[in-house]
């Protein structure tokens, strides 16, 4: 029998509700638990709520006295001066094509060397494993000449590569959270498709790959995001303004005297929709790969 908050079974096995003394403290503790949910999330929705509000202004209500998140007249001229001062379909393109290619690359990488780490026996791998846990905890700034340089020597700057390549290659933070999923999977399983005589490559295919699906989409929900609202490497490896990323891109409002700051707002907001999207269509094995991946 399901319970309320409010109720406590008797000795004599029924439900009786809870005095009101003991009531109290249990609901005021889930108020200021609401409390607290409410406050966080206006603090993080109060500077997306500006930011399209301001995108919809006319260019006198922008800096109005006293400020409004309500325009006072609704207008949409400043998205197409977004679209007359940038490029947005060709930076939208590259974005895209970047943030496309790192989200196969490592749905692609990552979850094999998570299996090979978590389910498949051979020497080396938990001194391996520490080594991919002890990258994460390397700043990205340190690397950040070095891998120039490599790049530079290469001859790969002023292309994709150093922005695609290395999701190919296995980011450090989703091995671990697809693990850590994995390391939940019963040995059992994989035994069994192992004494019917199937592969590594196949019992990895046909039975690894489906049950790791929400660890998975949560990884490439994450990578997905990183590559579309990267701004340091796009800034650092790209120099034709033909190979702009959005993020790079968005710095054409910034004028040497003023800035345009509607059709600004105007750009941001179509930046943010395709993050935005993405979350909430893998939503659901977002929170489920983050839950089962902490599990551990």
Known sequence: MALSDTQIVTDAGSPR????????????????QHALVIVLA?????????????????PQDVFSSPPSLIPSEWTFDNFTKAFDQIPVWRYLGNTML??????VGTALSCPLVAYALSKVKWVGAKPLFIMVLATMMLPPQVTL????????????????LPLVVPAFLGTPFFIFLIRQFLMNVPDDLIEAA???????LRTYATIVLPIARPAIVTAAVFQFVWAWTDFLNPLIYLNDESTYTLSIGLYAFFGENDVAWGPLMAACT???????????????FFIGGISAGALK
Do not use: C, H
């Open 17 to 32: 509700e809870l005095p009101a003394a003991k009531r109290r403290p249990k609901i005021l503790r889930r108020l200021r």
């Open 42 to 58: 206006a603090v993080f929705i109060f500077p997306l709520l500006v930011m399209v509000s301001t995108a919809l202004k006319a």
């Open 98 to 103: 970047v943030a496309g290619l790192s989200v």
């Open 145 to 160: 000449i070095p891998l120039f340089l490599i790049w530079n020597g290469l001859g790969a700057t002023n292309t994709y």
């Open 194 to 200: 192992r004494l019917d005589g199937a592969s590594e």
């Open 270 to 284: 179509m930046f943010t929709i395709p993050a935005l999207i993405i979350f909430l269509i893998g939503q659901k």
